[in-house]
């Protein structure tokens, strides 16, 4: 199982995880903006969407980035500016602490504390900073306006989030991602494992809510409040120009990507298909191929939910937000800790 | 250095990778484009009209109800997971006592609804 890393030495390793981090930030938030924002959102509005970049449109991402790279880069002159132009780094930074935890197979993960999960959701919040920072540095009232909505949506779904993922570590029995992923794949249904036990079933009502605390903290609509442009212009956004607002963007879907491949880690089994089917009982004697087929797999189930997401985004207008925060108190949290407590009590008694 | 801080400080790097990253792609940036700024350009946004005061101007902020619940509510989940993941060693005991724990802290969530806090004023 240690095969690689008797091989590589530390800081090859390290490299390694490094590049494969890029990787796996950049390439979901890519293939998440072409093909659901350019083609999903144009197609369900009855229009093409880009068309003249490469075949159908697909170098469109690179020629946009072309051209944000030769805009001015400008900061309001009441600006606190060191913190204004450090803010969309410390959101981009949030995804790039958040994708450590994520495994991508038996062996290709980046590190395997743990507290995987708790650790997640801990610096899940981390964006919180950098946006209410990005509202109040640009010293403009649609910006200041949208970080403190942000920052209040941000802490009311951060808890249905949280108590979400206690029903899936109850029944897990630990918080390490990958014993997650192993325990929903040789896990049993009422005595049949033909699927294993993805939580989306056992646990479908933690399912819902945290699909839908994970729109709200991306901010995508009906939760986006925080850049509603009819009311706020752009939110906490309003002032940037050029590359930090890419960096927003970028920040945005990539991290859209990594809350989808946590959400299949805990709910849909991760990167790994039923042992049963191969007549494997534990993570020893899962074959290295699944090093290979896990991202394969985790990248289909992230394209699965972030289309969801996307449907979602694109389906509903925009709450209003006393009713946002009226949902998230008087529905979410409520059903949630009903939820420990059923499950709980459920887990204890069989 | 054992396997569990080297978990830590592979954190590091992908934190360093980050900043990396933005500070490649922002040097990039500051090479190809132009920078003319003016006075006009650097005015705040405020819908084409000039800016009316201060940006930083006081506006009632409601979420400080929302934000003192957040952290009875956020140190509640502290409490209740590392029961989770043993939830079998403890059994109907720690049961028990986590779903008074849990009820109690829903009580507070009641008390705050009936004095009408969680109220869009």
Known sequence: MYSLAIEIPYWGQSLLRVLGGLVAVLLPAGTIVYVFLFKMMSFMQSRLGPMEAGPYGSLQLIAEVGKWLQKEDIAPEKADVRIFKMAPIIVLLSTFLLVVVVPFGPDAYFTDFSVGIFYALAVGSVSVIGILVAGWASANKYSLLGGLRAAGQLIAYELPMVLAVVGVVIQAGSMNLQDIVVAQNTGQIFGWGGLGNPYVITQFVGFVIFMIAVQAELTQAPFDMPIAESELVSGYMTEYSGFRFLMFFIGEFATAGVFAFIASVLFLGGWGVPFGWFGWESLDQVSNWMNIGGPLIMFTKMMVLTFIIMWVRFSYPRFREDQLQRFAWKVLIPVSLANIVVTAILKVAF | ?121
């Open chain 2, 1 to 121: 250095m054992s396997l569990f801080l080297r978990d830590y400080l592979t954190v590091v790097w992908f934190g360093l990778a980050a900043v990396l990253l933005a500070g490649l792609l922002l040097g990039l940036a500051a090479a190809v484009r132009p920078s003319h700024p003016n006075r006009e350009k650097q005015m705040a946004y405020e819908s084409g009209v000039d800016p009316v005061g201060m940006g930083w101007s006081q506006s009632q902020i409601r979420y400080y109800v929302f934000a003192l619940l957040f952290v009875i509510f956020d140190v509640e989940a502290v409490f209740i997971f590392p029961w989770a993941a043993n939830i079998e060693r403890y059994g109907v005991f720690g049961l028990v006592v986590m779903v008074a724990f849990i009820v109690l802290l829903l009580d507070g969530l009641v008390y705050a609804w009936k004095r009408g806090l969680l109220r869009w004023v």
